[in-house]
Nanobody, 123 residues
Framework: QVQLVESGGGLVQAGGSLRLSCTVS????????MGWFRQAPGKEREFVAA????????YYADSVKGRFTISRDNAKNTVYLQMNSLKPEDTAVYHC????????????????WGKGTLVTVSS
């Protein structure tokens, strides 16, 4: 079983930055492609960003391209999401996701989920 624990959420003003972290335990981290999804109140969970097992391939939703950066440190079993130029519409619970071998860009394809961390962007 894989356990994912997110941290780093909080309240920030529009234009500000936050860095989310997700630490993974229970399995060999480098065997998993990792990603971030988010779910705003009353909306469906949506893809934000993903990174391949070795970190060489990155994927982003159009809504965050140029503002968010996903990265991973396989020695620390941790994946990060650096979020810059935050907007009120980025407000959501951000969930870490792990997939054995392949990238997942849809919620139904994710193998393991974290419980999420709340990001609130005020205008």
């Amino acid at each position: 079983q894989v356990q994912l624990v997110e941290s780093g959420g909080g309240l920030v003003q529009a234009g500000g930055s936050l860095r989310l972290s997700c630490t993974v335990s229970g399995r060999t981290f480098s065997n998993y492609a990792m990603g971030w999804f988010r779910q705003a109140p009353g909306k469906e969970r949506e893809f934000v960003a993903a990174i391949s097992r070795g970190g060489g391939s990155l994927y982003y939703a159009d809504s965050v391209k140029g503002r968010f950066t996903i990265s991973r440190d396989n020695a620390k079993n941790t994946v990060y999401l650096q979020m810059n130029s935050l907007k009120p519409e980025d407000t959501a619970v951000y969930h870490c996701a792990a997939n054995k071998l392949r990238i997942a860009t849809t919620p139904s394809a994710v193998d393991y989920w974290g419980k999420g961390t709340l990001v609130t962007v005020s205008s």
